[in-house]
C-alpha cells in the first residue's frame, strides 16, 4: 500500500517535549522507524510535519492523489480543528486517526476527538506503535475490497 502519514504541531519535538508522556525516542527517530517498517513489509510510506494547521490541509490536499491511505495524528488540533475534518471527509482516502499517549486518560480535553468521525479507526496510547497498528487498520480495509 502507499501510505500517507502526516503528524501535526510539536510532534516535532519529540523526545524533547513531556517524555514521560511521550517517550525519550525523537521524531526522527518516529520517521525512520515508519519507513523501516514500510520497508519490511512492502509499504510506500511518505511521512510529514506540520505546525500550522493550513499547511496540514495542503500537505492532505496536494499528495492524497498518489496514496491508498492516510494515518494522520493531528497533535491539539484533534480536539478542535473542523477545518481538518473537512479535509478528511473531502478526500477518497480511508483514514485512520493515531496518538502516541492515551488521550482517553489524560486532561478531559484530550478524550473528545472532531476528527475522529471522518475516520475508518483511532489508535492511541502505544507510542510508535499506534502508528503501526493505524497502518494494519488501513491494510485490512484494503484487503476488505
Ligand atoms: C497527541 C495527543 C494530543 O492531545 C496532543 O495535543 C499532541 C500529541 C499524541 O500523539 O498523543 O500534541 O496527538
Do not use: W
Not at 34 to 62: R, T
Amino acid at each position: 500500500m502507499n501510505i500517507l502519514v502526516v503528524n501535526g504541531p510539536n510532534l516535532n519535538f519529540l523526545g524533547k517535549r513531556e517524555p514521560d508522556i511521550y517517550g525519550k525516542h525523537s521524531y526522527h527517530d518516529l520517521v525512520n522507524f515508519l519507513l523501516a517498517y514500510g520497508e519490511l513489509n512492502k509499504h510506500f510510506i511518505e511521512v510529514y510535519q506540520s505546525n500550522s494547521e493550513g499547511e496540514i490541509i495542503d500537505i492532505i490536499q496536494n499528495n492524497y492523489h498518489r496514496f491508498d491511505g492516510l494515518v494522520i495524528n493531528p497533535g491539539a488540533y484533534t480536539h478542535y480543528s473542523y477545518a481538518i475534518y473537512d479535509c478528511i471527509k473531502s478526500i477518497p482516502l480511508p483514514t485512520v486517526e493515531t496518538h502516541l499517549s492515551d488521550i482517553k486518560n489524560r486532561e478531559p480535553f484530550r478524550a473528545i476527538s472532531v476528527i475522529e468521525p471522518a475516520c475508518i479507526g483511532q489508535v492511541y496510547g502505544k507510542g510508535f506503535n499506534s502508528y503501526i497498528e493505524a497502518i494494519k487498520l488501513l491494510q485490512d480495509k484494503g484487503e476488505q475490497k
